[in-house]
């Protein structure tokens, strides 16, 4: 069994900084795919960022520049550093592993940014 714990986000101004992590405990033999999702209230889930096994990244447009993706393989954790934080992108953030046959979620952690 695979569970992702997450850990950081919380409230900032606009302008901010915030970092969310996500590690993955349990039994996984390898993570393909590693990537941030995030839904708003009334919005569906959308993609943040991904990052490859191989260290290719992607981002949506609206956090390219702002927000980076980057994984530590050895403790099979996945790390978003969030910059320059806009009130748009308050949302709950999920973390997701996909080992090559899996989907696995995290339970989600609210970031919230005030203007």
């Known amino acids: 069994q695979v569970q992702l714990v997450e850990s950081g986000g919380g409230l900032v101004q606009a302008g901010g900084s915030l970092s969310v992590s996500c590690a993955a405990a349990?039994?996984?033999?390898?993570?393909?795919?590693m990537a941030w999702y995030r839904q708003a209230p009334g919005k569906q889930r959308e993609l943040v960022a991904a990052v490859t096994s191989g260290g290719s990244t992607n981002y949506r447009d609206s956090v390219k520049g702002r927000f980076t993706i980057s994984r530590d393989n050895a403790k099979n954790t996945v790390y978003l550093q969030m910059n320059s934080l806009k009130p748009e992108d308050t949302a709950v953030y999920y973390c997701?592993?996909?080992?090559?046959?899996?989907?696995?979620w995290g339970q989600g952690t609210q970031v919230t940014v005030f203007s």
């Open positions: 997701n592993i996909f080992d090559g046959a899996n989907d696995y």
């Open positions: 349990g039994s996984i033999s390898s993570i393909n795919r």
